[in-house]
T-cell receptor, first 119, second 112 residues
Framework: DAMVIQNPRYQVTQFGKPVTLSCSQTLNHNVMYWYQQKSSQAPKLLFHYYDKDFNNEADTPDNFQSRRPNTSFCFLDIRSPGLGDAAMYLC??????????????????FGPGTRLTVT | RKEVEQDPGPFNVPEGATVAFNCTYS??????FFWYRQDCRKEPKLLMSVYSSGNEDGRFTAQLNRASQYISLLIRDSKLSDSATYLCVVAFYGGATNKLIFGTGTLLAVQP
């Protein structure tokens, strides 16, 4: 089945130790997103890629970086994790981001998430 | 004011009950509207899109009122399996691509 896959599902890292989370998709979608979701809060968009174009949210800390080497894969790098970065990290994809002006419904499809613990 | 506001609940209802969730949004440029469902410690999953004409999918009915910037979800004949958090989501074209803005969700607990 076509899907959005995230690895690992659970990640434990030490304070200040760099960590990389990965996302892959078999949907061949143009757009890939990374969200951070803390307990009882809404998912918060960190950044997204439209193809190779990177779009950072204004309030995303510099500690968070992303790479998209090809259509299928996207990585989230946390350079120096702090205790406040413990959260669920969700990857999502959408077929068309609306850039072409189509009347797409902008549905996004989420992976299962990676739960990050910082010790 | 939050961009998308929902009553956090929890809504505790018996099986078979009808329950309604409401949501308001502040950005009048919002273009698409959705309800997502999120089970505990799982990812959000698209439940249904919301159209101005209203739409129904089985026991679920969604309504949109653009003039009032208001979205609703009605669940009829609640099942135990409907217990989850329901996220109201609006999308708008953010200059580079579409963006989804999530509400914090309404927790539904269906009791046997």
């Amino acid at each position: 089945d076509a899907m959005v896959i995230q690895n690992p599902r659970y990640q434990v890292t030490q304070f200040g130790k760099p960590v990389t989370l990965s996302c892959s998709q078999t949907l061949n979608h143009n757009v890939m997103y990374w969200y951070q979701q803390k307990s009882s809060q809404a998912p918060k968009l960190l950044f997204h890629y439209y193809d190779k174009d990177f779009n950072n949210e204004a309030d995303t800390p510099d500690n968070f970086q992303s790479r998209r080497p090809n259509t299928s894969f996207c990585f989230l790098d946390i350079r120096s994790p702090g205790l406040g970065d413990a959260a669920m990290y969700l990857c999502a994809t959408s077929r068309d981001g609306g850039r072409t002006g189509t009347s797409g419904r902008y549905e996004q499809y989420f992976g299962p998430g990676t739960r990050l613990t910082v010790t | 004011r939050k961009e998308v506001e929902q009553d956090p609940g929890p809504f505790n209802v018996p099986e078979g009950a009808t329950v309604a969730f409401n949501c308001t949004y502040s950005n009048s440029a919002s273009q698409s509207f959705f309800w997502y469902r999120q089970d505990c410690r799982k990812e959000p999953k698209l439940l249904m899109s919301v159209y101005s004409s209203g739409n129904e999918d089985g026991r679920f009915t969604a309504q949109l009122n653009r003039a009032s910037q208001y979205i609703s979800l009605l669940i009829r004949d609640s099942k135990l399996s409907d217990s989850a958090t329901y996220l109201c989501v609006v999308a708008f074209y953010g200059g580079a691509t579409n963006k989804l803005i999530f509400g914090t969700g309404t927790l539904l607990a269906v009791q046997p």
